[in-house]
């Protein structure tokens, strides 16, 4: 199908619109590179009738946070019969929430952390000190608070003490009204690949991840040089074998379609515990995925390529 | 809610295992920092990281956001049709001067037209003791690297220039910020930090000052103060580098004079065109004593052989023909319109407990939230809410200024002025009650030094 006209959107107006637009300039090489004409779109409101004049060609949706991986946008999608590489607006929703995803993966068999979450308006009703100390003596510390919906690291915090909860909890709402508060799983970080061009879910080798700051944060992602990855990750086989069921059952039990990422963390026993699943995998210069592609011998601009060409084929997204 | 699930061992389903074993090949492993000159990159770019603050200005340009962020002036109002005559009588007659490599120092015409400019402050110069420099911020540039040794200390108001800040610290500067009042710099505070730093052995370099609407603060400086600083930095033996990009942009009196117009020896003035005609041009300079200012071009044909010759032969014909005091008589009335929407939408809209400066000019105003709030941290609470601004934080060196924000007033509409502050003031009530429901502690927490926005954000 090379030669095929795509659409790759990306920014948006999320927290993560300069993450998106760098993952978006990387995809659009590559399916240049592949053949294809590509047209690069933000999300407007002239964005629709965009997607018309060109034709509906197949869009591949980069954009990280918020509507572009929420669901809300491929629901548009959808509705304006354009066909799209990816999960669905109903999957997208599932799994872009931290505080749906990580009980439903857990439901299905999967080692995930504790969890708690809690809407701020909770803390509001209830008292934030009674369910502050109920929170400590529930998990543990430390504990990790996470917006649960949001990317790329952004208001998460690792807390130690219960005196710095109420800071971490105040900094997570202001990314979002529901935080999700996990007990730390600490051990290797490690992200997988799955992608799938037709015959069912792949896992790509799992992309270990060290971050010389010891926290995988926002500057940790994004500033070249600051963190160390290992591509295949140096795991036993057998650990390996456990960390590509876990990206494969977290793919499959969310209803993902297409590719997604699963970050998890290998504890000492080698059992890989989730963390999330992400349905718009950075493809940045400095993301695991890239380097996860590279190393099972395969090409950024191939697999997007086959994606589209299988999306064309599948025709509208729902 | 979720419960808790333990670590339970895993039942692979059978396809899973047989997808999985088909990527499984032996293959060659990559430990990669993804950045193979790591290891070799100079001392002096080693805090240079990706932050999150600054990406999240990157939504700062998009129309359904009011950026109070950026620092662009709005030069919509520009005789664009008259400036393209110009421009293409300028290429036809002088093209293969104006297109060609010029001198270090930058093109005599202009060098006497820039002493016409700043005589509207006071200041006598001589054509010969002028720089041209690639907008002022190279002149903050050249003038940092001809005096700064790692290590050597530049004192700076409190708060100070993001730009500036940087530039410090690219040449390995110790930033030593001095109190502020409404009147400027603290007299008894710039002595203070003078004998404080040589007391510990170390060297004061100069102090940085923007005594006219100082970016970030608003403040201006008084004719008193500005005295009494000249003073203390000569018995001290101190240079003055003065940062003067919105002087002619005082928008309820008369330009204050400069500091360099009483103190000819122990100045290095910096001025620009970028605020006053327009920034794309990059033509700004350094008016500096004889011996400085020498050191400035040797710099200057080192760092670029000589500035933009092409800029300064627009900018010459635009001052030569155009009515340009008037043209900045038009910015003041347009920026004045700007200025009042943004006192009265604070007024209208900032939660109790915030105050904020009164800028009689340039661009910015400085808020100082209720206690306990962070701006840093709320943020992202405000581009959810599609309103943007620069946290407090960058313009420091020292991580305080979590308290603040500055709010610029220079390119949005004063109807957009009124609906950002209208946001944010929702944006404060929320992070305020919650705040209130934690509890909060009001202690401000310190930051690494911030980045604040690109040049190109509005």
């Not at chain 1, 995803?101 to 080692?111: C, L, M």
């Not at chain 2, 400027?184 to 930090?193: D, F, K, N, Q």
């Not at chain 2, 052995?201 to 201006?220: A, D, H, Q, W």
Request: charged content about 20%; overall charge negative; proline content about 6%.
């Amino acid at each position: 199908m090379s030669g095929e006209a795509v659409v790759v959107l990306s920014g948006g107006l999320s927290h993560e619109r300069d993450v998106s637009l760098r993952s978006g300039r990387r995809a659009s090489q590559a399916l240049r590179d592949a053949g294809h004409e590509v047209h690069e779109l933000d999300v407007s409101s002239s964005l629709l009738a965009q997607l018309i004049e060109l034709g509906k060609p197949v869009v591949v949706p980069l954009l990280h946070g918020g509507a572009g991986e929420d669901g809300a946008l491929r629901q548009a999608l959808e509705l304006a019969d354009v066909p799209y590489v990816g999960s669905v607006s109903a999957a997208c929703r599932v799994a872009f929430d931290k505080a749906i995803a990580t009980p439903r993966v857990a439901a299905a068999g999967w080692a995930t952390p504790a969890q708690i979450a809690l809407p701020d308006d909770m803390f509001r009703e209830l008292g934030a000190p009674t369910l502050v100390r109920a929170l400590g003596a529930h998990l543990g510390f430390p504990m990790m608070v996470k917006p649960a919906r949001s990317g790329s690291a952004l208001g998460c915090a690792k807390v130690d003490r219960i005196e710095d909860l109420p800071a971490a909890m105040v900094q997570a709402y202001a990314y979002g009204g529901v935080a999700v508060i996990e007990r730390f799983v600490s051990g290797r970080e490690v992200a997988v690949a799955v992608i799938d061009t037709g015959d069912g879910p792949v896992a790509l080798p799992a992309v270990e991840i060290i971050p010389d700051s010891g926290v995988y944060d926002y500057s940790a992602r994004y500033t070249a040089g600051a963190t160390r990855f290992i591509a295949p990750a140096g795991l036993e086989p057998d650990v390996a074998a456990r960390c590509a069921e876990l990206a494969i059952g977290a793919h499959t039990s969310l209803g993902l379609r297409d590719l997604s990422r699963t970050d998890l963390i290998i504890v000492t026993d080698g059992t890989p515990v989730f963390l999330e699943a992400n349905v718009a995998p950075g493809l940045t210069e400095t993301s695991t995925m890239p380097l996860a592609m590279e190393a099972a011998d395969l090409e950024l601009g191939t697999v997007l390529s086959q994606l589209v060409a299988q999306a064309r084929e599948r025709g509208t997204g729902a | 809610m979720a419960s808790e699930v333990a670590c339970t061992s895993i039942v692979p389903t059978s396809p899973s295992l047989r997808q999985t074993s088909r990527v499984s090949l032996p293959l060659p492993r990559r430990d990669t920092r993804l950045d193979r000159y790591v290891e070799t990159y100079a001392e002096r770019t080693h805090g240079l990281k990706v932050s999150a603050v600054r990406a999240l200005f990157s939504v700062a340009n998009r129309p359904e956001v009011v950026s109070l962020a950026g620092g662009m002036p709005n030069i919509s109002d520009l005789p664009l049709d008259v400036i393209g005559e110009r421009v293409a009588e300028l290429i036809a007659t002088q093209g293969t001067r104006a297109m060609q490599y010029g001198s270090g120092q930058g093109e005599e015409p202009i060098r006497e037209q820039i002493c016409e400019v700043m005589s509207l402050e006071g200041i006598t110069g001589h054509p010969d003791d002028v720089t041209i420099t690639t907008g002022s911020q190279q002149a903050l540039d050249l003038v940092t690297r001809t005096f700064i040794d790692p290590g050597d200390v530049i004192l700076a108001e409190a708060p100070s220039y993001v730009g500036a800040l940087g530039t410090f610290q690219a040449y390995q500067a110790q930033v030593v910020h001095v109190a502020m009042d409404d009147e400027g710099i603290e007299p008894e505070a710039l002595l203070g930090a003078i004998r404080s730093v040589r007391a510990q052995g170390r060297k004061v370099k100069f102090l940085y000052t923007i005594p006219n609407f100082n970016n970030p603060s608003g403040i201006l400086t008084t004719l008193e103060r500005r005295h009494e600083v000249a003073r203390i930095c000569r018995e001290e033996n101190v240079l003055v580098v003065e940062d003067n990009p919105y002087g002619l942009l005082s928008l309820d009196a008369d330009p204050v004079p400069a500091i360099r117009s009483f103190d000819a020896e122990n100045v290095v003035y910096l001025g620009s065109f970028s605020k006053t005609f327009a920034p794309g041009f990059r033509v700004g300079w350094a008016l500096a004593p004889h011996a400085v200012r020498e050191k400035l071009v040797l710099a200057q044909e080192s760092a670029t052989l000589c500035p933009p010759v092409f800029s300064q032969f627009v900018i010459s014909a635009y001052l030569a023909n155009w009515d340009w005091k008037n043209q900045i008589t038009v910015f003041k009335d347009m920026y004045r319109a700007r200025r009042d929407a943004m006192m009265d939408g604070l007024a209208a809209h900032m939660p109790e407990g915030t105050t904020w400066t009164h800028p009689k000019g340039g661009f910015f105003v400085w808020v100082t939230l209720p206690e306990g709030l962070d701006a840093q941290a709320l943020l992202p609470r405000a581009v959810t809410n599609r309103v943007a601004y620069v946290p407090g934080t960058a313009f420091y060196a020292d991580g305080l200024g979590s308290r603040n924000m500055r709010l610029s007033y220079c390119f949005p509409t004063p109807e957009r002025i009124l609906e950002g502050t209208r946001r944010l003031g929702e944006v404060l009530d929320a992070e305020l009650e919650i705040h209130s429901m934690f509890g909060l502690e009001s202690t401000p927490h310190p930051h690494d030094l911030a980045a604040g926005p690109g040049p190109d954000v509005s």
